[in-house]
């Protein structure tokens, strides 16, 4: 399984970025989920969306960010609104099923004026 993330870049406090997680399989009954490493820390869940579709997010994104599932394109998304400096981190989006998981090769969001 393969996991393509993309979207990443480089944007002020207050902007927007929306991350794709294009997967080489079909994702219907798959759980889908974005994490996120900072220099220097430890990889965190950002959000994650189960197969039938519940959502859970961090409470450090709650209200800003919305993960969501296209099982046609087998593609999960993370739309970022009202980014600030301390989400700049390398974001990888991950599938899980059963006992496997699968990660993507990440990409780097950077907010900063």
């Known amino acids: 399984v393969q996991l393509q993330a993309s979207g990443g870049g480089l944007v002020q406090p207050g902007g927007s970025l929306r991350l794709s997680c294009a997967a080489s399989i079909s994702i219907i009954g798959i759980d889908m989920g974005w994490y996120r490493q900072a220099p220097g820390g430890q990889r965190e869940l950002v959000a994650s969306?189960?197969?039938?579709?519940?959502?859970n997010y961090a409470d450090s994104v709650k209200g800003r960010f919305t993960i969501s599932r296209d099982n046609a394109k087998n593609t999960a998304y993370l739309q970022m609104n009202s980014l600030k400096p301390e989400d700049t981190a390398v974001y990888y989006c991950?599938?899980?099923?059963?006992?496997?998981?699968?990660w993507g090769q990440g990409t780097q969001v950077t907010v900063s004026s």
């Open positions: 969306i189960i197969r039938g579709g519940s959502t």
């Open positions: 991950n599938a899980k099923l059963d006992s496997w998981s699968w």
